[in-house]
């Protein structure tokens, strides 16, 4: 990363991303735990849905971060 100061709100963004990439792997993980490992019966679906929602914003979260950063520097 370059030496130039970024604003407050672009950290602030990076952090929720990688907590969402968190929240994501904790979803996944847990209920395959729950349903395979310890034979609860969940509906899994709706959490695998929610899990493809966060993975889903995760993704356009960057892009829309990526292009700013670009618009910002002047590479646009």
């Known amino acids: 990363m370059d030496n130039e100061l970024v604003p407050a709100h672009?950290?602030?963004?990076?952090?929720?991303?990688r907590i969402r990439w968190v929240a994501v792997l904790i979803l996944i993980a847990s209920n395959y735990i729950a349903k395979h490992i310890l034979q609860i019966t969940i509906q899994d679906i709706s959490i695998y849905i929610f899990a493809v929602i966060l993975f889903s914003l995760?993704?356009?979260?960057?892009?829309?971060?990526?292009?700013?950063?670009?618009?910002?520097?002047?590479?646009i």
């Open 10 to 17: 672009i950290h602030f963004v990076r952090w929720f991303i």
């Open 58 to 75: 995760n993704i356009l979260h960057t892009m829309v971060l990526r292009s700013a950063g670009k618009k910002e520097s002047g590479k």
